[in-house]
Each structure stands twice: as C-alpha cells, then as structure tokens.
C-alpha cells in the first residue's frame, strides 16, 4: 500500500492564539487583506486557515459574542441615555396606565380624549406605531473605512466607478 502524503499547508487541526487574532481583525472590520499583511500571513496560507471547518465554526461563535457584546452596549447606553432623562422616566413610569387607559377606551364610546393621551404616552415611550426601527449607531473609524472600501469594491463590480458605466446603451 502506497503511504499517505500529507499536504505541505493543511488547515489547523487546533486554534491558536494567532488564528484568534485573526478572528478578532476579520470580525472588527479588516479585510481579509489587512488582517493577513497584520499577521504577516501569505494570501495561501490565509485562504487554507479562513476556509476550514474549524476555523469557520470558531469565527462564527465570535461573531456571535461580538454582536451579543454590541447590543448589550447598545442596551446599556440606551438605559444610561433614558434613565438620566427626567422626562423619559416620567412618561416610562406612566405607560403601564396608558396602555391599560389605551385598552380600556377600545370599549368605551366616549374614549377619544383617553385614547389621544394614551396614544401620546405610548408614541413618547417607545410603544407606538412602528414605522421602522431606527438604531443609533456610533461607528467606529474602522467600520467607517471598512464601509466605504466596501462600497467602492461594489461600485467596481457594477461598474458605476467607470465613466460611462451607469450611462444606458445608445438606441438605434
């Protein structure tokens, strides 16, 4: 029987330290690029580490704690924002009537006074009619960069970048 050759580059067979930081430069924003030149991998050597299993499955669990991380910051300034404003305390202490105020002026007929107060309580605290949901994000200059390379790799490949690309065929 013919042995077995094993593959001059393989893939990891366990996550080290610098494959974390891999991770941490890929899920913060960098470009596969970036985070090889940083790391001083070559571009092969970072295709065989970024394509296998086990480091998809790890880069996954961090993403998921980074984006864990960033909605409970998200949460946590929202909190911070809404528990030194007075006037949001307020109107957060009061909804719980207006919502009850809301649900009783849909059986009474003579409600709408109750229900325009109740609806203006709920609109101040978050409960009324969704239109959208809006998030305050304070990006970072990383993820502004990274947005903005983005856009101008999307801009090459539909060729808008290119005088004349967004321009329609002449008819004939």
């Known amino acids: 029987m013919e042995e077995q050759k094993k593959p001059n580059n393989p893939p990891p067979a366990k996550m080290m330290p610098r494959h974390r930081a891999l991770m941490r430069l890929l899920v913060t924003g960098s470009t596969h690029k970036q985070a090889g030149e940083e790391l001083d991998y070559t571009?092969?050597?970072?295709?065989?580490?970024?394509?296998?299993?086990?480091?998809?499955?790890?880069?996954?669990?961090?993403?998921?704690e980074y984006d864990k991380k960033f909605l409970e910051e998200v949460a946590k300034r929202e909190a911070d924002k809404a528990a030194s404003d007075p006037v949001k305390k307020i109107l957060n202490e009061a909804?719980?009537?207006?919502?009850?105020?809301?649900?009783?002026?849909?059986?009474?007929?003579?409600?709408?006074?109750r229900l325009t107060a109740a609806d203006a309580i709920l609109n101040r605290t978050g409960y009324g009619k969704e239109e959208g949901?809006?998030?305050?994000?304070?990006?970072?200059q990383g993820l502004v960069d990274m947005l903005l390379r983005s856009k101008k790799e999307k801009e090459k490949e539909s060729g808008e970048g290119k005088p004349g690309g967004d321009k329609e065929p002449a008819a004939e």
């Open 133 to 140: 949901i809006r998030v305050l994000v304070e990006p970072s």
């Open 95 to 113: 909804k719980e009537k207006a919502a009850k105020t809301y649900v009783g002026a849909l059986d009474d007929d003579k409600g709408g006074v």
């Open 43 to 64: 571009p092969g050597r970072l295709t065989i580490i970024t394509n296998s299993p086990l480091f998809r499955e790890e880069m996954a669990k961090m993403q998921a």
